[in-house]
């Protein structure tokens, strides 16, 4: 430890302005590879590590021709709908956006089969398909075509015919499939603990391929809807029009992110930065801390761009992290350097720093460790982007740290802060009133933070993790706005695929020959007795329509389609009679090539022996809960229809976001008591007293109970990113609780009187733990300025947490070091 201390005096303070040319190049370095510092809100960024939903959701989407790459454009016009004049309107607004490059098509009332004509049958179904755009159709009369077809209604148009919607549809280049394949591949072969050097570099290369193409992808994205926003405009004077789809919901997550990132990440650096100068009214004391919380972030930003890391929904606050994590640090420095000052004021400027850094460097390492054993849990998350943020708050902790203790030395050499009128002053501070009241009170404390220990307990029995994706914007964003439109008049928001796998086919009984039976399975409805390796079969069909008429029913459910809804559709065309068991084993061959992409394909793959129901979940009802409808679906299908558990298979982003909330309670909340006892075996190496470790521990509980009971108390659910703060807090209220404890050790063996030294330690290290938790709160306060809801409980909560920690740290924390006397007997 001499040797080190020696080496940091001799090469690193004996020589400020060469250290900081060194460090002006490492800046320099990192900011080559800015530019590559990226945000994800892709749904590989939602999902669980090893999660095959994801897989499974691209296969089903392949597999059925179907896909989440499109846009809503929901359209209410001002006038009537079905007239010349409002069918024109429509129709300029369509014609727009098919301009635009990367639409492939659109779909809308104008050009889908109306399949309702005087003339129409299944033999004429071929020569009588009409359309409002090729044909003559009435208005009036294409409006009860579509309301009576059960395809459209809550889908492209309102049950009232007012509303409409355009579906324009933005096409997944065939190149991504195949890239995403190599990577796949390119992955699996690195598995093994022996894979050679080339297989690593070709996963570089198809990581490197994949990530060019989806960055271009993600550009065109953005372009797109910008430029579909904008002729959406152009017609905002005649209609009601609200924009939604998954790609714009997720390219509006990543706006607010960004927004989040740029305006609140320089935002909070002016509220440091005012409170600052408030606190220690020097301008040394505002510029030295504000270039460390930079040079923090910048070299985080950099090291991101350059490892290709991108930061997602859940790790977009990390730079607020960062900057207050280091203001922390480098405030306790201030605060300790200004208390030398007032013991010595006569003393060389270079000498106060010395001994200011051989007085903090060992709680603040404890400090820094602590907090990232606590960030440190999240990688135990079976969610990558929990994972990602763990890991990035570890590496970015553990830079602050060097930061602090490196460069922040070297700036106060070629910058040694004069003493003040406020140093030398020997004014009582306002943390000295906690002593007071701890000293006088401190039954009160116990009682009080016995009561408030209960109550969280009874907050956090409470605590749910479900929660609708429309709560997360604020009502007066389009999103918001958008999703109420499309679950209130077009059939819901969030989609969830529901694939049943048919019977395996029974082994052979030596009577495999269909004429050796009595029953005809093509005309009669022959029950078990005949076994058909297709869909199109009498009983086949009635199963599949007992699981939409279920699926239906449901109050969570908007609409509804599968091959029910076809057959629905072909038996009106067929005069209203039901199809009998051969017209059924037709079908496929009766439906028009250019309908089969509309009618079949979509809900049955003969191929794979599979049928799909596409079902749209309505965000906006209070009854929403997802992992229960799931379970409630999964009971029936199997329970009451019979399927076995492997037939039934759930996909969508409705699952992968699902299966995200859930983990959220195994992954932390039952994961917590873990790391509390990692932390208080941290406090055992450090005070090397389990007495200690447990008083210690006391107020972390609390702290990170009452944020959490708050929220169960207040029905506020869990959702992607405060479960984090629950991590949050106890990194930070471990911050006060080490300083404190370093400090009283320190402080009580000057007299071993434990009131005298409370008191001291509340006039010191108490005045330094007021200053971060305030530039903390009033840094996380301007989050609640953010559009995105999620962000603005971070930051209600991350703030609330700091506060619950300063006053359990300056309260409850003394006050069972005065009870338990852990540091030995008075003198």
Not at 223 to 248: K, S
Not at 337 to 360: C, I, K, N, S, W
Not at 632 to 653: C, K, N, P, S, W
């Amino acid at each position: 430890m001499t040797m080190l201390r020696t080496l940091y005096r001799h090469l690193l303070l004996a020589h400020p302005v060469i250290a900081l040319l060194a460090f002006t190049l490492l800046l320099v370095l990192a900011s080559l590879r800015l530019d590559h510092f990226r945000l994800d809100a892709s749904a590989e960024s939602l999902v669980l590590e090893n999660d095959r939903s994801l897989e499974q959701y691209r296969s089903i989407n392949q597999r059925f021709t179907t896909s989440d790459d499109f846009l809503i454009v929901t359209y209410t016009p001002d006038h009537e709908l079905f007239s010349d004049e409002g069918l024109a309107a429509l129709r300029s607004l369509r014609d727009e956006l098919e301009r635009v490059e990367a639409v492939g098509s659109t779909n809308s009332i104008l050009n889908v089969p109306l399949l309702h004509s005087p003339n129409l049958s299944l033999d004429t179904v071929n020569d009588e398909i009409l359309t409002i755009d090729a044909d003559a159709v009435p208005p009036q009369q294409a409006r009860q075509a579509l309301l009576a077809n059960p395809l459209y209604p809550n889908l492209l148009l309102s049950e009232d015919g007012r509303t409409t919607a355009i579906q324009v549809n933005l096409p997944t280049p065939a190149a991504y499939f195949e890239l995403l394949a190599e990577r796949k591949a390119a992955r699996a072969a690195v598995t093994g603990p022996e894979a050679p050097d080339s297989a690593h570099r070709a996963l570089a290369e198809a990581e490197a391929r994949f990530l060019a193409l989806t960055e271009s992808l993600d550009a065109r994205r953005d372009a797109t809807i910008a430029e579909v926003r904008t002729i959406l405009e152009g017609h905002q004077d005649h209609a009601n029009i609200h924009l939604g789809g998954v790609p714009m919901i997720v390219a509006d997550m990543i706006r607010f992110i960004q927004n989040d990132l740029s305006t609140f990440g320089i935002g909070v650096l002016l509220f440091l930065l005012v409170t600052l100068a408030i606190i220690f009214r020097q301008w040394r004391w505002v510029l030295v801390p504000l270039l460390c919380c930079s040079f923090t972030v910048w070299l985080m930003i950099g090291y991101l761009g350059w490892a290709e890391w991108p930061v997602t929904v859940i790790s977009s606050n990390f730079v607020s992290l960062l900057l207050i994590m280091t203001l922390s640090l480098t405030i306790h420095l201030i605060v300790r350097y200004r208390e030398f000052q007032h013991d010595d004021p006569g003393a060389e400027p270079a000498q106060t720093l010395e001994r200011t850094v051989a007085a903090m460097v060992k709680p603040c390492f404890y400090m820094a460790v602590t907090t990232i054993v606590a960030f440190g849990s999240l990688t135990f998350s079976g969610i990558r982007p929990v994972i990602d943020f763990g890991w990035m708050m570890t590496i970015g902790l553990t830079v602050a740290f060097l930061i602090t203790f490196l460069i922040f030395p070297l700036l106060l050499r070629l910058l040694p802060p004069p003493i003040d009128s406020r140093v030398t002053s020997d004014r009582r501070p306002l943390t000295d009133l906690f002593a007071s009241a701890t000293e006088h009170h401190g039954t009160l404390v116990l009682f009080a933070s016995l009561v408030l220990a209960v109550l969280c307990a009874m907050g956090v029995s409470r605590l749910t993790v479900e929660n609708s994706f429309i709560d997360y914007f604020k009502s007066d964003t389009e999103i918001h706005q958008g999703m109420i439109v499309i679950d209130d008049r077009l059939g819901g928001t969030t989609p969830l695929d529901v694939i049943i796998t048919d019977d395996p086919a029974p082994e052979s009984n030596g009577f495999d020959d269909p004429f050796a039976s009595d029953c005809d399975p093509f005309v009669d409805d022959c029950g078990d007795e005949e076994y058909r390796d297709t869909w199109y079969t009498y009983q086949k069909m009635e199963r599949l329509a007992q699981v939409h008429d279920y699926l239906d029913s449901l109050p969570e459910t908007g609409k509804v389609l599968s091959i029910a809804t076809t057959l629905d559709l072909l038996a009106q065309i067929n005069e209203g009679e039901a199809l009998d068991a051969l017209q059924l084993a037709f079908v496929p061959a009766a439906v028009p090539d250019d309908l089969t992409d509309i009618l079949l394909t979509p809900y049955i793959s003969e191929e794979h022996d599979q049928a799909r129901f596409s079902i749209r979940l309505l965000e906006t009802s209070p009854n929403l809960r997802r992992q229960q409808l799931l379970e409630r679906i999964h009971a029936h299908l199997t329970g009451e229809l019979g399927f076995e558990d492997e037939q039934v298979l759930f996909t969508g982003m409705t699952v992968m976001y699902n299966n995200m909330l859930q983990s959220l309670f195994d992954s932390q909340i039952k994961t917590l008591g873990a790391v509390f006892l990692a932390i208080m075996a941290m406090f055992m190496v450090l005070f090397r007293s389990v007495k200690l470790a447990l008083i210690g521990i006391a107020p972390n509980l609390l702290a990170a109970g009452s944020v959490l009971g708050l929220m169960g108390w207040l029905g506020i659910p869990l959702d992607m990113m405060t479960i984090t703060v629950a991590a949050i807090t106890v990194g930070i209220a471990v911050d006060d609780t080490i300083h404190y404890i370093h400090r009283f050790k320190v402080e009580f063996a000057r007299d071993r009187h434990y009131l005298a030294t409370m008191h001291r330690c509340h006039r010191s290290i108490g005045r330094a733990m007021s200053y971060t938790s305030i530039t903390i709160i009033a840094g996380f306060s301007i989050l609640v300025l953010s559009n995105f809801i999620p962000t603005i409980y971070f930051g209600l909560f991350t703030g609330f947490a700091m506060l619950m920690a300063l006053l359990g740290a300056l309260t409850l924390l003394p006050k069972l070091i005065l009870v338990f006397k852990p540091f030995g007997a008075e003198a």
